[in-house]
Nanobody, 124 residues
Framework: QVQLVESGGGLVQTGGSLRLSCAAS????????LAWFRQAPGKEREFVAA????????RYADSVKGRFTISRDSANNTVYLQMNNLKPEDTAAYYC?????????????????WGQGTQVTVSS
């Protein structure tokens, strides 16, 4: 059974930085991708970034390009999201998830095994 545990959220001022971690276990991830999504109150869950597990291939939402960086530590089965120059509109609960198949889009329906989430709040 896949288990994803997020950590690293918190309260930060505009322009600040946070690094989120997602510890993954329960299966091999070599043929899939891991992603970060976020969901603000009253809004749909939206794609933030994704990375392949075994080769360097990443995707980002336009809203975070140039500010966020996704990376992975395969030896420790952990995916990170480094978030710089944070803005109030980045405030949300952040979740990591595993792509259901090798090929995936940025839609949440293409992902499963969601973690419990970690809250990020950016004050203005």
């Amino acid at each position: 059974q896949v288990q994803l545990v997020e950590s690293g959220g918190g309260l930060v001022q505009t322009g600040g930085s946070l690094r989120l971690s997602c510890a993954a276990s329960g299966r091999s991830f070599k043929d899939t991708a891991l992603a970060w999504f976020r969901q603000a109150p009253g809004k749909e869950r939206e794609f933030v970034a994704a990375t392949r597990w075994t080769f360097s291939s990443t995707r980002y939402a336009d809203s975070v390009k140039g500010r966020f960086t996704i990376s992975r530590d395969s030896a420790n089965n952990t995916v990170y999201l480094q978030m710089n120059n944070l803005k109030p509109e980045d405030t949300a609960a952040y979740y990591c998830a595993v792509a259901k198949q090798f090929y995936y889009t940025q839609r949440a329906v293409d992902f499963g095994s969601w973690g419990q989430g970690t809250q990020v709040t950016v004050s203005s």
